[in-house]
């Protein structure tokens, strides 16, 4: 029976996470690690599985989102390209780290969710929240992201009208940290690329996740490989998650439509927030040894993460009743 029940968990928490995969582009690694740990499964193992999960569910998101025609393919591979390497050094890394102490990894996956999510929910939350600061955003933009405005030959005209061509090699360096990221944190990268693409290159948000997700597809392709030979999948695991999040990818790309620039942003930025908040309390239980933090640790990453899922669905809802009234 507590087979059983573990397997229904599992499915649920997929559900949330293809929900908000498909809404705001993100692999959902960084909501799923760190819940597979807590159930005391191995790092080596947790990160794995859910890069292989990942791979999977990015495969029916991608194509979606291409029918939407939300995916820019040459931005996509150029990163996907960069990303190759970056995930093969990420799992080098976990090998590494796993010979040396599991709990030595723990605590430094747990500490790169921390400040990563952090600094890029209170920018997203800022950005989303001074709307009269819109109009200068282009600006704001190319003056934080200069490295992108190098001019080193070959430059790439990307298929969005509105962007000026970008350097080949910038955006192999940007698939080079995703890709690295993606692999050692066992997260789809998307959590750093989707707001790379907005802030750094200037897609729109619905682009941005399109080709977050391709991007994403494409670079677990190989993770999933890697981390597949080294031993570090569990595929009854993988499965499981799959099964929930397939079924949510599709209220959360539908939802992708009507959603809007500020409430994509908002909602990006709290589900980082939650999230961050979720691994300090998990951390702070490893410290202090409270085992009860352990547990709020998991209640709130869930219930936060259902609340925006929940969201989602509602406007996704509420604009079909729009169309149909």
């Known amino acids: 029976m507590l087979i059983l ?6 499915i649920m928490i ?4 293809g929900v908000l995969s498909g809404f705001l582009g993100f692999g959902g690694g960084f909501i799923l690690t760190p819940f597979l740990l807590s159930l005391g499964v191995p790092a080596n193992i947790a990160v794995g599985t859910n890069v292989t999960q990942i791979f999977m569910s990015s495969a ?3 194509l979606r989102h291409k029918r939407l025609g939300n995916v820019d393919l040459r931005l996509s591979l150029i990163i996907a390209s960069g990303s190759i390497i970056g995930a093969e050094l990420g799992a080098q890394a976990v090998e590494h780290f796993e010979n040396i102490n599991v709990q030595h990894l723990n605590a430094i996956i747990s500490l790169a969710y921390i400040v990563i999510l952090t600094l890029t929910s209170a920018y997203m939350i800022y950005d989303a929240s001074n709307p009269e600061q819109h109009k200068f955003s282009a ?8 490295l992108f405005d190098l001019k080193i030959p070959p430059m790439i005209t990307l298929s969005q009208p509105n962007i000026a061509p970008k350097s080949f090699w910038t955006l192999i ?3 080079l940290f995703v890709g690295f990221f993606s692999s050692f944190l066992g997260a789809g990268g998307g959590f750093i690329l989707v707001p790379s693409l907005i802030y750094l290159i200037g897609c729109k948000s619905a682009i941005a996740a399109g080709t977050s997700i391709f991007e994403i ?5 190989f993770a999933s490989l890697s981390h597949a030979v080294k031993g570090n999948v569990d595929f009854s695991l993988a499965i499981l ?7 949510g990818l599709q209220i959360g790309i539908s939802a992708i439509k009507c959603g809007g620039e500020k409430n994509f942003k908002i909602a990006f930025g709290l589900c980082l ?5 979720s691994v300090i309390l998990k951390m702070t239980a490893w410290i202090f040894k409270i085992d009860t933090l352990y547990l709020l640790s998991q209640a709130v990453i869930f219930a936060a993460t259902s609340l925006i899922a929940l969201l989602i669905i509602a406007l996704t809802l509420k604009a079909k009743y729009h169309i149909k009234s």
């Not at 927030?273 to 908040?277: E, G």
């Open 5 to 10: 029940y573990l397997a229904l968990y599992l």
């Open 14 to 17: 997929g559900f949330v996470v």
């Open 60 to 62: 029916v998101a991608a």
């Open 139 to 146: 600006q704001k933009r190319f003056s934080v992201s200069k």
């Open 173 to 175: 360096l940007l698939g």
């Open 217 to 221: 597809f494409l670079s677990c392709m």
């Open 241 to 247: 998650m799959f099964i929930g999040s397939l079924m």
């Open 273 to 277: 927030a939650f999230i961050a908040s």
